[in-house]
């Protein structure tokens, strides 16, 4: 079974700073899915950005962006430029191609990083 | 498109209760699912549907039931309420079809907070 590990339950930073937070995750496959999805306190989730394993290449969504180490199973997300609507539970997530394959696409979480951006 | 939508935003229920939590998406996506999302966790799975009339177990199905009789409902049935079903739950989807285009993307309801007493 895939397992998805935040070791951050809280982080705190000035805004216009950057901000790292960590995820790794456990699993046989080789090929799999990560994502970064950002729940405000509006509890709406919200993707932020997705990473597809077999591509080499970080992925970047403007001030958002992944250090992908596939050998550490390491998927950290830096938020640049921090804003004040960055305030938010952000949660790392991971589907197997198992999943894919067996046609259901299912979503591992990990028990999220609550980042507070101080004015 | 409204997307994901779910009913009620919150109920209060209490020990022993039943009821039903309504889910409906307006994008023709294939796949659905229902998680439930305790304090300061994460959000596990409870069940998930490929389909019309195709429905599976997730990581927590006790205590709940699932119905799929049209793409676009997927409601989540709650049978003799427990307090350790006090939880958030939210409903997905995702179009589930392959291709060039395929993403995985998950598009989540606003969630129904459920506290039973």
């Known amino acids: 079974a895939q397992t998805v590990t935040q070791s951050q339950p809280e982080m705190s930073v000035q805004e216009a700073e950057t901000v790292t937070l960590s995820c790794t995750y456990d699993t046989s496959e080789n090929n799999y899915y990560l994502f970064w999805y950002k729940q405000p306190p509006s509890r709406q989730m919200i993707l932020v950005i997705r990473q597809e394993a077999y591509k080499q290449q970080n992925a970047t969504e403007n001030r958002f962006s992944v250090n992908f180490q596939k050998a550490a199973k390491s998927f950290s997300l830096k938020i640049s430029d921090s804003q004040l609507g960055d305030t938010a539970m952000y949660f790392c997530a991971f589907t197997g191609s198992a999943s894919v394959n067996f046609g259901n696409e299912k979503l591992t979480f990990g028990t999220g990083t609550r980042l507070t951006i101080i004015p | 498109n409204a997307g994901v939508t779910q009913t009620p935003k919150f109920r209060i229920l209490k020990i022993g209760q039943s009821m039903t939590l309504q889910c409906t998406q307006d994008m023709n996506h294939n796949y659905m699912y229902w998680y439930r999302q305790d304090p300061g966790m994460g959000l596990k799975l409870i069940y998930y549907?490929?389909?019309?009339?195709?429905?599976d177990k997730g990581e927590v199905p006790n205590g709940y039931n699932v119905s799929r009789s049209t793409t676009e409902d997927f409601p989540l049935r709650l049978e003799l309420a427990a307090p350790s079903q006090t939880s958030v739950y939210f409903c997905?989807?995702?179009?589930?079809?392959?291709?060039?285009?395929?993403?995985?993307?998950?598009?989540f309801g606003p969630g129904t907070r459920l506290t039973v007493t």
């Open positions: 549907s490929v389909g019309a009339g195709i429905t």
């Open positions: 997905a989807s995702s179009s589930g079809t392959g291709g060039s285009a395929i993403t995985y993307e998950q598009y």
